[in-house]
Structures are given as C-alpha cells and as structure tokens.
C-alpha cells in the first residue's frame, strides 16, 4: 500500500524535491535512532554559490544508515536530468563556470572535504549503474580541477528516482506524501498532517489561540485540597503528549463531546509544533478516519507495528475497542509505532495510556473565534452567543462565519436557534423534529432496555425509530448531536435545552404523563436531567408537577428505586413542591419503614442534602434525615446519618439557616421517646466541637441557581454563642438522662481543649468542675485540660493561662488512689507535669510513672487501702498500670493476700490483666517460691481465654519455669510467637544455654511461627555477647530449618535475624560443610519459593550468605547452585540472578557494574562446567563485574575480557552481556550508567571473535540512541 514508484519522482518540482529530502531526513533519523544534531534541509530551489541543498550531522551513534552513508552527509538536489557536464559544473562557483575562468572550488564541497563528509546527489532522473559511475567520476574531475582532493571526501553517492523511490517506500509517512502530491488523493483513507489540515472547517475558520484551562489530564477533573486540579492549557497539554509519544509503543486517548475541537487541536498542535522532536513527529504522522479506513485500519496498523517503522497514528472518530486494539499493537515486542485516538468515548483504556479530556470552553476562547471573521461585533452581541454556542467552539465557528451579526442582539433566541439549524443544515420538519425529541433527554440510548430510541421516536416524534436515527445521524455530522457510545445526546447544552422546551409546549399532558408510566427507569430519569437547568421555566416546573403529583401520590410510590430516585430528580426543578411531598407522604412512616425501604434511601438521602440547604425546605428535610439515621441502614460517611451531624459543625454545615434554626430540629430530637433518634442527637452535638470541616458533595448546587452558601460566622461572639449551644444541650442531656451521661462526657472532654482557647473557656471550666465533683473525679478531663496546659499555653494570655492553670489543680483528685488511677490510666506521655511547656527537648514520658511508683510506696503502708486499691482499679482499663502495681506488691505486707484479691477480679475477657502481671512480678522479685505458688493458682483458676504468656513473661525465668512453658506450649496454651516475650528485657540471660536450647528446640516442632521466634529468642538471649560454641552449633541448625522459607511474620526484623545470626555462627564456630549444605539448601528453597513476599523479605541476607559460603565452603556452594540452575524454571532462574548477581535494590552509579555475591568461585570449576554449554555459558555474565571504572574512565573488567573471549561467539552468551549492559533499576537519570558502556564497547568493535564486534557494533549504536533519547526526556523533565 505504501509502495513508491519512480515515476512520482520523476514528475517533481525543485521544491517538492528538497521538502521530500527533508521528510527523509527526518524519518531516517528517527527510524535509524541517530542522535539529532543536525539536519538542515532549507526550502529553497538553489542556495547561491553553495552548491548544497541539504545536510544531516550527528556525532554519536550509529556509523551510517541504509541511506546515510556516514555521520556528515550533505545533498546537492537536481529535479532535472542534469547529466555529466551539469555535475561536474556544479563542483564550482556559478562566475568560475565560464569559459577561460580558473575553476574555483564551491564552498561547500570545501566544507564537506574539510570534515571527509559524504556528498550526496539527490536527482528526479533516473540513473543507471553506468550512468552513476559515470557521474561520479564527472564530479571527481570537477573537484580536481578546482584544485580540490576528491579523495578527502568520505563517499560520493547518487540517488536517483529508483533509488529515491526505494527509500521512500521504506517510510510509510513519506509514501503518502508523496501520493498526495502525485494524485492528489489519499492512499487508502491515509493522510498526512498536511492533507489533514485541508479539512473544509479547518481552512476556512482561522485558528483562535486556545488559553483556557480546559484540557484535563486525565479522564476526570480532580480538584486537590488547595484548589490546584489537573486542567491546562492548550499548549501545556500538547507538551504532556508529545513527552508521551517521544518513545516507540506509546498510546495517547482525547475524549470530549463533539465539536469541542478535539482533532482541530492535534492539528493545530503538529502543524505548529517548532523543535526539532516535534518536527520529526510531525513529519511521521499518519492520520485517518476511523469512519473512512475502519476495515483496513487495524490490518495496516499491524504493517507499521510489524515493519518497526517509527509513525505516529492519529485516528479520529476511533471507538474505545479500536483504541484498545491500537494500543496493544504499538505496545508489543518491538514495535515502534505510537497512536492518538480521538473520541467521544471517555471511558479510561488501559494505565499505560496517557488520557486527555477537552471540556467545554468557560473563557475567551468563543468571544476570539466569533472576533476572528467579525471584528467589530460588540461585547453585548458576542456575551448573548457566547450564551449560544454553551462554551463548544464548532458553534462559535457557525457564527462566526456563515452569520450577519448586525441583529443578534435583537433577536430571540428562537431567532437564533433557527439560524444555527439553517447553518448546519438541519432544515426539514422531520429532522428538527428529531432533533428537538432527542433534546427532551440528556441522553437517549440507541439500544438497550425497552428500546429507548423507538419509544421516544414513536411517541413523541411520530416517526420510526429507524427514521430517527437516520435525523440524528445527519445533525451528528454537524455537532449538533453528539455520539456517546451507544448513546446520542444534543448539543450543545443552551440550544439543546431551547429545543426541548419548544418541542415540550407541544407534546399533550397525557401523552407524556403516559411516557413517564410505562417508559424505562433510566430513560425517565435522562428526560429529568435534561430539565435540571430549565428549572426557570414555568412549562417544565408545571410538567414536573404533573409527573408528581401522577406518580408519586403514595408513600408506597416513592419508598421504591423508581419513585425515589424521580423524587431526587425533581428536587432540581421543584424543590418546594418535593419537599411537602416528603413531608405528607414520608415524614409519617415508622422508623421500620423507613429502614425497610432500602432500595430507596440513597436517593431519598440525596434528595434531602439538596433540600436541607434551602431555608424554604430545611425543616422537613433536617426532621426527615433525622429520621432516616435513627433508622440507619447504610455505612458509607455521607448516609444520613453523616449529613445529620454535618448540620451541627461551625462551618460548612450543607445548609444556609442559622444556628437557632437547626437546633431547633436537634432539640425536637432530643425531647423524643425514640432511644435511637435522642442517641443521634447526642452525637450530633459532637460535631459541633469538630476543628476539621468538610462537606458531602455539591449539595449546594440545585438547578440552574448559583450555588447557595454554608453559613458561617462573622463574628467571634457568634462563634462563641454556637458552642454555648452546643455545650448547654450536653450539661442538660447528662443530667435529664442518665444513660447517656458518659456519652456526653466524653464529648465534652475531646472538646476541652478546643474550647478553653474560645470566649467561653471559664463556662466551659466551671461545666468540667461541677461534674468532676458529681462524679467525684474525672481523670480525662484533667487529661484535657493537661493537654491545653502543656501545648497552648505558651501563646494564651496570662489571665486564661492563670485561670486553667488553676482549673488543673481544682480538678485534681486530693485521695491517693484517685491520683494512682489518673497517673495509670493513660499512656505514660499523656498526663505530664502541669507547669512544663512543649518544647522539642522535652523527653520527660516518665512523669506519670514516677508519681504512681511514689503513690504506690503511700497506699502500701495500709493494708485495707492497698486492698482498696485492688477492688477499686482492677476493673479499671488502666493503660500504665503495670509500674504501679509492681511498687505496690513489692511494698505490700500481704503479698499472697493482694494477689489473691486480685486474681478474683479478674473476668474472662481479662480485664485487670495488666495490674495482676504487675503485682506477680512485684511479689517475684521479693519471693520466689510464692511467686511460683501464685503462678500455679492463676493457671489453675484462670479461664482459657486469658493468655498464660502473660504471667510468664513478667517472671523471673529459671528452669522449671522453661520447663512450664514448653509443656503449656505443647498443650496449646501458649502460641509459639508469644514465648518471643520471655526474651525481652534479657528476661533469659540469666539461664544456661541448654536451657534456653530445650524451649527453642520444642519451638522448631511449631511450623514457621516457631521457627521464626526461636531466631528472635537467640538473638536477644544475652544479646551483645560472644555466642558459646555449643549454642552457636544449635543457631545453626535453626538457620537451616526449612520452615523459615515457609513463611515469615515481620519482613524488616526477620531479615535482620537470618543475617545478623548467620554472622554471629560464622564468627564463634565457622562454616563447616555440614552447615554450608544446610544453608545452601535454604539458597536453593528461597529461589524456589512460590511466595515473592517471603523472597522480598530475604533476598538482602541470603545475598549475604552466598558470599558467605563462596568464602568458606565454595565447592558446597557451587555443587548446589548449577544442580538447581541446570532444573530451574524462568522464573526461578530470574530469583536465583538477584540472589547471586548485582544488587538491584542499590541506586550507586557503579552498582549494576559489579561482581555478585558468587564472583570468587575458581575459574577452572567455571570454566569446565561452562564450555561447550550456551546456557551455561551465559549464567557466569550474570556475577561477573563488567567494568573497572577509574578516572581516566571507563573498560572491560580484564575477567569479563577473558570470559568474552572464550564465549563470545555464543549468541547465548552475547544476549546476556546485552541484558547485563541495561540497569533494571536506577534513580536520577539512567544516562551516567549507560555512558560508561559506551568505550567499552568500542573497544570490541575490532574485537578478534567477529561476532562478537559485530554485536557491540550494534549494541554501541543502539546504546547511543537511548542515550539521546533519555537525554532529551532529562532535559523536559529538567532532571
């Protein structure tokens, strides 16, 4: 299809020749991967005395091409048969040609013999081989004659026509070009960007600069916290594609609405594009239709993919499964071909594919396309069209050009509407007709359920629904009717909806009360978005009523799917009139209802997030809401629920009444008999406390209104009189309902802090004090206010400072045990000392524990207030007790008496857990025996359900006491990870080693997790100490247990255990081959592993223990590694390379040039398991290092040299040098770590094994090119 004949060459003007050298140029270099320095190709028919028409330079990579013949080539173009004489003269000035004259060499064949460069001739005629030779030889005697040395020049070639034709045809893009320019019609549907650019609408519409902000990166707009979206420019977004498209295999998808000027855009973006990337991008473009070339598209597209030819495939009007199918096509093996779609279709294709969306235009772009054909045309004129044309410039086009704008500003807008129907060509009855049914909806399904197009067709347009579709097709070519899928929608938005209400003043009342009836859910639901923004007008507002009051008359009609979700629908068009509807049908039913309607509640919910915000309709959407959270049945943030405690923040409720007003509401909740609904209430009121604000949705924005406002304070006093509000409900609630005290109490305290920094800190402090009394002391809120002291305090005023300074101490509990109880019942950090300041330095955590030590030491000395104590704190959730209770059994007269009370109030879900631990280990620390006595009636006595592990733990461990925990492992009552706790705080240092070996040996018997934590206890067993021989014996035989590569608990702790243990069996007792084969088996089972989470985990430690083992037992080690190589899948083969090669997880420079960890095996067992093996032969590049890399820079590794020379004639063995040479992992730029191959591989390309020169010939080449490749992506990213 792409095939070039010599006669299209023939036929073509001086001009045509050189823009066809410059498109050769440019595809050559692109598809050659040359690095661009230099190509010069200006469009003149002849540069006076020059004798040069053209030039392409570079420097690095590739020596030549198939039409390159080296790196500095410089064309003379001759579109005539200029024979022996013509070529010869042109050696020479134009004023030496003459008779008699010296002969004076042209300049620029001085220049090209300065560089030996290549002088091409580029000529129309059609040349023979004799007639080539002939012809150079004419040239050489031309240069000789000026005194020239023809010998300086690196080559001279001719191309004539068939040689011409011949490269062209190589170059897709350049064949079409041509056959435009020979026909003057496309090959096969294909065109260039040129061809392109002659779209009727394109050449008569000038293009407008396009400023706005409308190009979405990405498939949706997003909006972050600060404001800032994803939306760009015209010119910004361009950049992001041709950034994307700059490398073989990319796709790119731009969607949006027709006639938004999606495919003016690509356009106008490679037309104008101006640096020597985007040249070469546009010159390479192929475009088409999917609707001209959608049988031979996907055929062709393959061509190019499989033919490596470097295109970029622009395809407008391309369907999402089209794109899908493009994108894999450029996207596998070797292809270099890149694709644009353009669409409708905005559904996301695949990650890889960069995803732009063109939205209507909101800015100057209409008012400057509308001034382009009509400069004089007034603002008034252009503010009334620009209403018009909905922000889409294809109508801002139609205006400009086709209209007489002199009496726009007189018209109606029906006047208007006509003319852009006239203008577009949609003129008889029938089609307007279609159009203006279409309209009635938001979108209108082709196909699908009930056969939505043959319903509307039928019923309200009186044709057939074939008949429709033919109408619609037509307006589509126009943009009047967009295609979205499998849908049709009108467009743009004002003059859709000016059509539908023309065509709605025309359809009977029965006709579409009967439509709604019987018409499918989504269609019904599409012809009430349509009228979301006709809200204004009273023909829709009376059709909605009627389509109220006709099918939502009954609570039973709205509690359904159906029902509610029209119900939702309407609240844009008639709010008022929804929310009375709410409020006689719904309001009335039971909390049961309600919950039972589920299918219903969403959109009841969202219809009630829009009602709440009006002040018409709060009340009964604020009662309503309420109702539907007392009766909750979803559990996503904004059900009702969530929106009821919405309306109680300070800010950003989701309404615009007042305080007053919606506390009226909480406080009709709150008077109810309804436990449920007084609960929400309470909550509610937790919200009025809340510092963070956020709101649900756009529930602000109904109709065509502006969007109504949250109210907000404007003073402090009103800021301060709305948490009065919020605090008065609290103290009565506590008071008038006691079951709800500690609710409100734990809402009053998370707001003390905020508040005590507001106007009504001193209510709020006096609220704390009278409740502390009732209750007769309130730890948290002393820790509130604590925290107020301790973070706040530094910028308050003296007098508030003074005053919660003073707070504190009236708070402060005066008996004993209340104090121990304030001090243990919160974490260690969260009661500190009343007059300390936050400061960085401050590190004091221990403030808390030390006054409850010392609270202990007190109460000890009474027995009945020790005993007390117990009773009183045992039930308690006390989160620091455990220090308390030590001090306390320690100094208490009757140890056995208070463990004893205390072990009684212990209950089965093991509350009072933490101060019973204490109080064991007080009394082991003091008597041993008892200890044990006490040990064995809380086993005895406790249920199974209260871990036995913590009584151990906080014993001393002797034998015995090991000897109980392995049998209470064995019994299942101690879980293997739990005897991890018996180590900690050097829990066994005490103990001999064989003593600690008997519970790690029962620990082994447990699966991974007994492993596992046999590892932790003999890393923390006398941790920081020499291991004894006999246990470092017994280490290893943990290390080899093939358990631990079944499974592993923490992957940072456990790496660190395998490496750390593994350091500390080499340093006391070596690597014998005993242990070297049960560790190189463990190297052999984590490749294996099925589980790459385990493998992640361990990589970096058996990495480790590979170099380990190379050192001390090499033969073990090798025996192990080529016998699972020579039986490994890929994928094993792939763990067991970054196991034993370069880490790939390290980011140095020099990292991927390294040895691995099994570099050091001797070359003689290498080398007699390698040779005569390929595969194996390619395994030894994976550990060898490549480079030495020094100051004067870079070469081979003399190793690396000696491998390549005995195996370099393998291709196996060269495919691995090629994947060695690419890090798999980098960070910055990759070019420094390509670079430095780059004299090296030079050095090869003479190498005695002509293979392999060959081969880094090729590699030199292609190294080069993605290193120009990356440069330039540094340069664009400014890396």
């Known amino acids: 299809m792409f095939d070039v004949n010599p006669g299209q060459i023939d036929s073509l003007t001086s001009l045509q020749l050189v823009q066809l050298l410059g498109r050769l140029l440019h595809a050559e270099a692109q598809a050659a991967d040359v690095p661009l320095g230099n190509i010069n190709v200006p469009l003149q028919i002849t ?33 005539s048969n200029f024979g022996r004489d013509g070529w010869k003269k042109e050696c020479w000035t134009k004023s030496s040609r003459r008779r008699g004259t010296t002969r004076v060499l042209a300049p620029a064949l001085k220049s090209i013999s300065a560089v030996n460069g290549h002088y091409v001739g580029f000529t129309t005629e059609a040349l023979t081989g004799q007639k080539i030779d002939d012809y150079a030889a004419a040239i050489e005697e031309g240069i000789t004659e000026a005194g020239g040395d023809p010998n300086r020049l690196g080559s001279i070639k001719l191309y004539g026509s068939n040689e011409i034709a011949a490269w062209a045809t190589s170059h897709p893009s350049v064949a079409i070009w041509l056959g435009e320019i020979a026909h003057r019609q496309t090959l096969g549907g294909f065109r260039t960007v040129e061809a392109w650019g002659q779209r009727g609408d394109f050449v008569d519409q000038p293009y407008a600069d396009d400023g706005d902000n409308r190009y979405i990166i990405g498939t949706t707009r997003t909006r972050e916290l600060n404001g800032s979206d994803n939306s760009t420019s015209a010119k910004a977004a361009w950049a992001k594609v041709l950034e994307h498209v700059t490398f073989p295999g990319q796709s790119v998808r731009i969607s949006g609405a027709s006639g938004l000027g999606k495919s003016r855009f690509v356009y106008e973006s490679l037309r104008s594009s101006s640096s020597i990337v985007a040249d070469i991008v546009s010159n390479s473009t192929i475009f088409a239709d999917y609707r001209v070339v959608s049988n031979t598209l996907l055929p062709i597209a393959a061509q190019l993919a499989d033919g490596h030819h470097d295109i970029l495939l622009v395809v ?67 503010s009334r069209l620009r209403d018009v044309c909905g922000g889409y410039p294809k109508f801002a086009v139609l205006v400009a050009a086709t209209w007489d704008l002199s009496t726009v500003a007189f018209e109606t807008i029906d006047d208007i509407v006509n003319r852009v129907l006239r203008g577009s060509s949609v003129t008889g009855t029938e089609e307007i007709r279609a159009l203006e049914c279409l309209a009635m909806f938001d979108r209108l399904s082709i196909e699908g359920e009930g056969n939505p197009l043959d319903l509307v067709a039928k019923d309200f347009a009186r044709m057939s629904g074939d008949e429709m579709y033919e109408h619609l097709s037509k307006a589509q070519d126009h943009d009047l009717v967009g295609r979205y899928r499998d849908q049709f929608a009108a467009q743009p938005r004002p003059i859709a909806e000016h059509l539908a209400h023309r065509r709605l003043k025309l359809v009977r009342p029965s006709l579409l009360e009967k439509f709604v009836l019987g018409a499918p859910d989504e269609l019904v639901l599409s012809l009430l978005r349509r009228w979301r923004f006709m809200d204004a007008s009273q023909l829709i507002r009376d059709a909605a009523s009627a389509i109220a009051d006709g099918h939502l008359s009954t609570p039973g009609a709205v509690l359904t799917a159906r ?45 009630l997030s829009k009602l709440m915000f009006r002040s018409r309709s709060f009340n009964t959407a604020a009662r309503l809401l309420m109702k539907l959270a007392a009766a909750e049945t979803e559990e996503w943030a904004n059900n009702a629920t969530g929106l009821f405690k919405q309306l109680y923040q300070l ?102 802090r905020r508040v005590l920094n507001t106007g009504i800190y001193r209510q709020h402090g006096e609220a704390l004090v009278e409740i502390a009394k009732e209750k007769g002391g309130w730890p948290e809120a002393i820790e509130s206010v604590g925290h107020w002291l301790y973070f706040d305090r530094k910028g308050a005023k003296a007098k508030r400072s003074r005053y919660i300074r003073d707070l504190y101490t009236r708070l402060f509990p005066e008996d004993p045990i209340d104090k121990a109880i304030l001090f243990t019942k919160f974490w260690s950090a969260d009661i500190r000392d009343p007059d300390a300041i936050y400061r960085e330095s401050d590190n004091d955590f221990r403030y808390s524990e030390r006054a409850a030590e010392a609270l202990a030491d007190e109460i000890a000395q009474n027995d009945e207030m020790t005993l007390e104590a117990i009773g009183r704190m045992m039930p308690l959730d006390l989160k620091t007790v455990g220090p308390f209770a030590e001090r306390l059994s320690r100094r208490a007269r009757q140890r056995k008496n208070v463990f004893d009370t205390a072990l009684e109030l212990v209950d089965e879900g093991g509350t009072g857990m933490r101060m019973l631990r204490g109080i064991l280990r007080g009394i082991d620390l003091e008597d041993h025996s008892l200890a044990d006595e006490c040990l064995k ?13 913590d009584f151990y733990s906080a014993l001393t461990i002797d034998d015995s006491r090991i000897d109980r925990v392995v049998a209470e492992l064995q019994a299942g009552r101690i879980k293997p990870v ?63 247990n093939p358990a631990l590569i079944a499974g592993n608990r923490d992957s940072n702790r456990d790496a660190h255990l395998f490496e750390d243990l593994t350091k500390q069996v080499r340093n006391a007792i070596g690597v014998d081959a005993e242990l070297a084969d049960g560790l190189a088996q463990q190297i052999e089972r984590l490749a294996g592993s099925e589980e790459w989470e385990i493998f992640s985990t361990l990589s970096a430690p058996m990495r480790d223990l590979v170099s380990v083992l190379r050192e001390d037992q090499p033969d073990v080690l090798w025996a192990h590694i080529i016998r699972f190589y020579d039986n490994a899948t890929p994928i094993e083969r792939d763990r067991l390379h970054r196991l034993i ?25 290498l080398f007699s398991w390698a040779d005569g093996v390929p ?61 430095v191959y780059l004299d090296p591989l030079a050095s090869w390309s003479k190498h005695k094994i002509q293979a392999l020169a060959t081969w880094a010939k090729d590699q030199h080449r292609r190294l080069e090119s993605r290193i120009e490749r990356e440069a330039q992506h540094d340069r664009e990213i400014g890396l």
């Open 563 to 607: 029902g509610s979700a029209i119900l939702d629908a309407l609240v844009h068009i008639i709010p008022d009139k929804v929310a009375d509807r709410l409020h006689h049908l719904i309001l009335p039913c039971s909390n049961q209802v309600l919950a039972d309607a589920k299918e219903a509640r969403r959109s009841i919910v969202e219809a």
């Open 316 to 382: 407008d009007e391309c369907p999402r499964e089209a794109a899908i199918e493009l994108g894999q096509l450029a996207g596998a093996g070797p292809s270099r071909l890149r694709v644009i779609t353009i669409d409708t279709d905005d559904r996301p294709l695949d990650k890889a594919t960069l995803h732009l969306s063109v939205l209507p235009s909101d800015g100057d772009l209409i008012g400057a396309i509308i001034r382009s054909k009509n400069p004089d045309v007034t603002e008034a004129t252009i």
């Open 651 to 752: 800010q950003l409720s989701g309404t615009e009444v007042s305080p007053a007003e919606r506390f009226a509401i909480l406080d009709e909740g709150l008077d109810s008999e309804d436990e449920a609904t007084v609960a929400l209430c309470v909550d509610a009121l937790g919200s009025v406390f809340t510092s963070h604000f956020s709101r649900f949705g756009a529930t602000d924005e109904i109709g065509s209104g502006e969007p109504l406002k949250d109210w907000s304070p404007t003073t402090w006093d009103e800021v301060d009189e709305f948490h009065v509000e919020g605090l008065k409900r609290l103290l009565e609630i506590r008071k008038g309902r006691p079951e709800l005290a500690d609710r409100c109490e734990t809402i009053i305290t998370r707001a003390t």
């Open 1175 to 1235: 595969d194996h032969q390619a395994f030894l590049v994976e550990f060898f290092p490549t480079l030495t890399i020094g100051e004067d820079g870079s070469a081979w590794d003399p190793a690396f040299e000696e491998l390549a020379a005995r195996y370099g004639k393998a291709r196996e063995f060269r495919a691995a040098v090629a994947d060695r040479i690419r890090p798999k992992s980098w960070s910055g730029s990759i070019v420094p770590l390509l670079e």
């Open 1141 to 1165: 090669g370069p880490n790939s997880d390290r980011f140095e420079k020099s990292a991927h040039t390294e040895a691995g960890p099994l570099y050091g095996i001797s070359k003689d067992r």
């Open 47 to 79: 540069i006076p005395d020059g004798g040069e028409d053209g030039r392409i330079v570079w420097k690095n990579g590739r020596d030549s091409t198939n039409y390159l013949p080296g790196r500095q080539n410089f064309f003379q173009c001759k579109a």
């Open 937 to 949: 009636k809380a086993v005895e006595t406790l249920p199974v359900t209260v871990p036995l592990i």
């Open 978 to 1040: 739990e005897c991890a706790y018996l180590s900690y705080g050097r829990g066994l240092d005490e103990r001999s080693a064989s003593s600690v070996s008997r519970l790690l040996d029962e620990l082994v018997n447990h699966g991974s997790d007994g492993a596992w934590t046999a590892l932790e206890i003999a890393m923390m067993y006398r941790h920081g100490q020499p291991l004894f021989p006999e246990f470092a014996a017994e280490i290893g035989k943990l290390l080899c």
